[in-house]
């Protein structure tokens, strides 16, 4: 093994503060599925910059349409103006992702990063219903704005305000319960209850796999009846798909299999396709009630990342069912390991789950996946973890790695597992 190379924070001088992984390497290179350090360390990534490269790291496509682009000089900067690269996005994403799934949801572009999506979300629910209190559940993750953070079920997150944040109720999660059946009666029955502190919500915020939450998958009929009940109650329903859209669960988004569709939809992460920051706030036609200049910035609408989006729709989802079932073969195959690792551990609570090509393994120990993911590090796996306590190992690799980079990774992460419980 490659001794690791010094911390950044070791090598830089300056009191610079920065947020790094514990991977302790300085990473410099990378294409498809593979990413290397500066000592030449290579390494399979199952982690996908968090979720941001579902289509590999340098995807040669996108890689020409953006060298193309620049090379032509195309407009860089983000202001929110009329550019072609800006056009032909929007004439893809109607084209190739809304019509095919009967969806009208207007599209706006919030800001560069997720959580710019789900502020916007929060922000335009609250001015449509003019009620301030939104609803969210119990180990979910929105961002780390003020607004996307109330309604993040992460204590030590929530930490990080200081103070006691306003306006997000937390209700139980689908699988809060531990498996056993949960209606939503009781969550009517606040409503109703003029004592219960819960005012009418303006709207319902939720992930359908709980992404930095641990892998929490809820069922498609638990968000049919979400859905249900937000239509009944006069509550829009916010699906926050930055994590698990634009492919990741299978289909382009992740609420497509419980057939719900959501007033308010927040893409980002995957949407601009190669790493670039890019995020997208979508709403029905009914909630289009900002006027000009009410919710602006200057960094949105990347150009260079339309152009890298562009291309990812062209490549990836002229045919959708192509990519969903290739999705659907690498989850299984995930799957059918992950099974194997859990039936190796017995007496451990090893259990795994997931949807699509995203899952989680985890153990009754809580310091289990931590351990793993380090070991997996030492012998060439990134891997991360999520969950309140880092409990959960969770399995995010490309939608584009191949059926042998996938065995390989599986493979080797068998083996950090089996490493960490000797
Ligand atoms: N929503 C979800 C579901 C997420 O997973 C994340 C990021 N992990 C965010 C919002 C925030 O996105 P960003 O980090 O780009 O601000």
């Given at each position: 093994v490659t001794q690791p190379s010094p911390s950044i924070f070791e090598t830089l001088e300056s009191e610079v503060r920065s947020y790094c992984r514990s991977w302790p390497v300085v990473f410099d290179r990378a294409r498809g599925s593979r990413i290397?350090?500066?000592?030449?360390?290579?390494?399979l990534d199952f982690f996908s910059g968090a979720g941001a490269l579902n289509y590999g790291h340098n995807n040669p496509v996108l890689k020409r349409a953006l060298l193309d682009y620049l090379e032509r000089d195309g407009v860089t900067?983000?202001?929110d103006m009329s550019t072609t690269a800006k056009r032909a996005f929007l004439e893809r994403f109607q084209d190739l992702v809304l019509r095919p799934r009967g969806l009208t949801h207007k599209v706006m572009f919030p800001g560069p990063t997720g959580t710019n999506a789900v502020e916007a979300a929060l922000k335009l629910a609250r001015k449509v219903k003019g009620r301030e209190a939104i609803v969210s559940f119990t180990n979910a993750f929105h961002g780390m704005s003020l607004g996307?953070?109330?309604v993040t079920g992460n204590s030590m997150k929530r930490a990080g305000a200081g103070i006691p944040l306003v306006h997000g109720t937390p209700m139980p999660f689908d699988n809060y319960f531990d498996g056993r059946v949960a209606d939503f009666?009781?969550?009517?029955?606040?409503?109703?209850?003029?004592?219960?502190?819960?005012n009418q919500p303006a709207a319902v915020i939720v992930e359908t796999v709980q992404g930095e939450g641990g892998v929490n998958v809820a069922r498609p009929e638990w968000l049919r009846g979400l859905a249900d009940l937000c239509e009944r109650r006069d509550m829009l329903l916010i699906v926050d798909d930055v994590q698990m859209g634009c492919g990741r669960t299978g289909s382009f988004f992740s609420f497509e299999e419980a057939?719900?569709?959501?007033?308010?939809?927040?893409?980002s992460k995957s949407i601009g396709g190669y790493g670039l920051p890019m995020a997208?706030?979508?709403?029905?036609?009914?909630?289009?009630?900002?006027?000009p200049g009410e919710h602006n910035g200057t960094f949105r609408g990347h150009n260079p990342a339309f152009v890298t989006a562009t291309a990812a729709l062209d490549t990836y989802w002229a045919d959708s069912d192509s990519m969903t079932k290739q999705t659907i073969a690498?989850?299984?195959q995930t799957e059918a390991v992950l099974r194997e690792i859990v039936a190796e551990h017995?007496?451990?609570?090893?259990?795994?789950?997931?949807?699509?090509?995203?899952?989680?393994?985890?153990?009754d120990d809580k310091g289990w996946a931590s351990r793993a993911s380090a070991r997996a590090f030492e012998l060439g796996l990134l891997i991360e973890t999520s969950g309140p306590q880092d409990e959960v190992l969770k399995l995010l690799p490309a939608l584009t790695i191949t059926a042998d980079e996938l065995d390989e990774g599986l493979r080797t992460l068998a083996r950090a597992v089996r490493q960490t419980a000797q």
């Open positions: 290397h350090d500066e000592d030449g360390r290579t390494y900067h983000s202001l996307s953070l109330a009666l009781w969550f009517e029955r606040l409503l109703e209850d003029q004592g219960s502190g819960l057939g719900i569709v959501p007033d308010i939809i927040t893409l997208l706030t979508l709403f029905k036609p009914e909630l289009d009630v900002w006027e690498r989850g299984e017995p007496g451990t609570g090893a259990r795994h789950r997931g949807r699509g090509l995203v899952w989680g393994l985890e153990f």
